[in-house]
Nanobody, 124 residues
Framework: QVQLVESGGGLVQAGDSLRLSCAVS????????VAWFRQPPGKEREFVAA????????YYADSVKGRFTISRDNAANTVSLQMNSVKPEDTAVYYC?????????????????WGQGTQVTVAS
């Protein structure tokens, strides 16, 4: 089991950049793949990006590909999401999750450990 704490959300204008961070703690934290999901108002939680436990592979939703970049620093126990050229439709609560299910990293049901979320609001 791991603990996750997100930070870095806020109110930005369309076209701006924002960087979210997820602090990962727990004895076995380096074994987990980590992903970012988001939940827009009134909608289901959806996959955004994931990174393998060693950081050697990344996966993205089509809606953010080319604009968002996920990275991890295992020495600092953090996973970041760099968000560039944000759009109003990126408005959501962003959650980081951790999983040992390496084959299903894009699926919400693969994750049992979540952070509390951080709000991102993009004004047009």
């Amino acid at each position: 089991q791991v603990q996750l704490v997100e930070s870095g959300g806020g109110l930005v204008q369309a076209g701006d950049s924002l960087r979210l961070s997820c602090a990962v703690s727990g004895r076995t934290r380096s074994s987990y793949a980590v992903a970012w999901f988001r939940q827009p108002p009134g909608k289901e939680r959806e996959f955004v990006a994931a990174i393998t436990r060693r950081g050697d592979n990344e996966y993205y939703a089509d809606s953010v590909k080319g604009r968002f970049t996920i990275s991890r620093d295992n020495a600092a126990n953090t996973v970041s999401l760099q968000m560039n050229s944000v759009k109003p439709e990126d408005t959501a609560v962003y959650y980081c999750g951790a999983t040992l299910d390496y084959l299903r990293m894009k699926l919400r049901r693969a994750y049992s450990d979540w952070g509390q979320g951080t709000q991102v609001t993009v004004a047009s």
